[in-house]
């Protein structure tokens, strides 16, 4: 478990914040950054074909010691853009007291027991927080220490009996593009798992399809002081625009469990032209296009109502629900199951409300179910990690291996 410790506590401080306002890929240097200490860890513990490509995707391979179907652990190496990722100081809680946790860098940043479910539960574990003036990053360098660590034990015990495994270590998860350059041929599975997920024995096997819509919105502007009957106000239509949405029925702040919604969260421009970016999520795909007709009959209504603006609504295509192509490959779900047991704990479906690089990678052809690695409140200053649920993590992860060994190609 110090392996382990050490490993998460040096990844969290190489900062790999992604940017979404940029076309590079990766989006930000420092991913590269921390891929090149990956290739170098990786082939110290003997995997073979390591390496890392122009993109900043880090390969390598677990050679197989008896023939059986190959799978892939993938993780991701960037961290939200949500909080400030630079000059990460993890802080270790040894046999963590089941209080409120105060985080030393900024006192007005706690962890609250009656605010973040299953901390208490945690008791007398080892908790890793930052000094709250930045997140942690344990979404998901957690996944990415565990993916090592596993690695490391599998190389280290040749009397595991196992087939290849792929490590994959991603970039831009958190900005919508992790899989924009990953090749699943090259991946050459059949099956994968992402070690993404909350707590322990989690196994995320659904989650929302999702779409991206971009309203424009385009008036007309000339000074407020020759205005009169002229300017056409951008920013007031994009107000009426989101007033008219069915907030009171598609909101995430007032829906749950498998209720869809349509979120705004981002508007930018001024009196000449507004662009509101808005997600759509459903658990049932078709649904997408409900909403899509939605938000263009309330554009078709305003320009109706204001004949020399204009409103324009372009969808774009996120990802899609993974259950339905997880069905194509029973044994990635049901082997994580086992493997889940296998370690003592009940395995706990889950129908992810957001999505993973696996919502991608199963629709594009590699069956990838999401695996917990004890990672809580993600995209904040108040992220921790469990050290004791990572560990989890890692023997479900040998389990798995032992598992797939034991099926035929």
Known sequence: ????????????????????????????????????????????????????????????????????????WLSHQDTSPEASGKNVKPIIHKNYNGQDIVLPGDKSKVIRVAETDGLAELKGKTIITSDGTTLLGADDKAGVAVIMTAAAELMANKRIKHGPIRVVYTCDEEVGRGCDKVDIKKINATAAYTLDGEGAGGLENETFSADLATVTITGYNIHPGLATGKMINSIRLAGEFINRLPWHRLAPETTCGKDGFMHPYTIEGGVPEVKIRILLRSFVTAELKEQAKMLKNVASTLMAEFPRAKVNVKVTKQYRNMLEHLQKEPRAVELAAKAIKATGVEPEFESIRGGTDGSRLSEMGLPTPNLSVGMHNFHSELEFACLEQMEASVKVLIELAKLWGKQKK
Do not use: H
Not at 31 to 55: C, F, H, P, S, T
């Open 1 to 72: 478990m110090d392996t382990l410790l050490d490993r998460f506590c040096r990844y969290v401080q190489i900062e790999t914040t992604a940017v979404e306002e940029t076309t590079d890929y990766p989006s930000s240097p420092g991913q590269k950054d921390l891929g090149r200490i990956l290739v170098q860890e990786l082939e110290a513990l003997g995997l073979e074909d390591v390496g890392m490509d122009k993109w900043g995707i880090v390969m390598g391979t677990i050679p197989g010691n008896v023939k059986a179907p190959t799978i892939a």
